[in-house]
Nanobody, 124 residues
Framework: QVQMVESGGGLVQAGGSLRLSCAAP????????KGWFRQVPGKEREFVAA????????YYADSVKGRFNISRDNAKNTMDLQMNNLKPEDTAIYYC?????????????????WGQGTQVTVSS
């Protein structure tokens, strides 16, 4: 079973930055697209960003476009989400996930493996 582990969450003031990381040991890391989602209690899980297996194609939610950047290092089996100019509405639990597809997708149902999540809190 593929285990996804997030890190890097925390508390930051509005306008600040955080960098989330996702580690997923295993030989299959480089063969699948990955994504970041977030969820606020009482609401559905929301797509944030996704990246193709090779890293050459990325996809962002409109709400984070221009502020967040997704990247991956297949040699290290890691994926990062650089979050800049954070806003209070970015507060959520952030999850990384893996899909068997090669290309990125914003659909949560396409992702079969999920991490436990890391809390991001942005104060105003």
């Amino acid at each position: 079973q593929v285990q996804m582990v997030e890190s890097g969450g925390g508390l930051v003031q509005a306008g600040g930055s955080l960098r989330l990381s996702c580690a997923a040991p295993g030989r299959t890391f480089s063969t699948s697209a990955k994504g970041w989602f977030r969820q606020v209690p009482g609401k559905e899980r929301e797509f944030v960003a996704a990246i193709s297996a090779s890293g050459g194609q990325t996809y962002y939610a409109d709400s984070v476009k221009g502020r967040f950047n997704i990247s991956r290092d297949n040699a290290k089996n890691t994926m990062d989400l650089q979050m800049n100019n954070l806003k209070p509405e970015d507060t959520a639990i952030y999850y990384c996930a893996r899909t068997p597809e090669l290309i990125p997708t914003p659909l949560a149902r396409e992702y079969g493996y999920w991490g436990q999540g890391t809390q991001v809190t942005v104060s105003s």
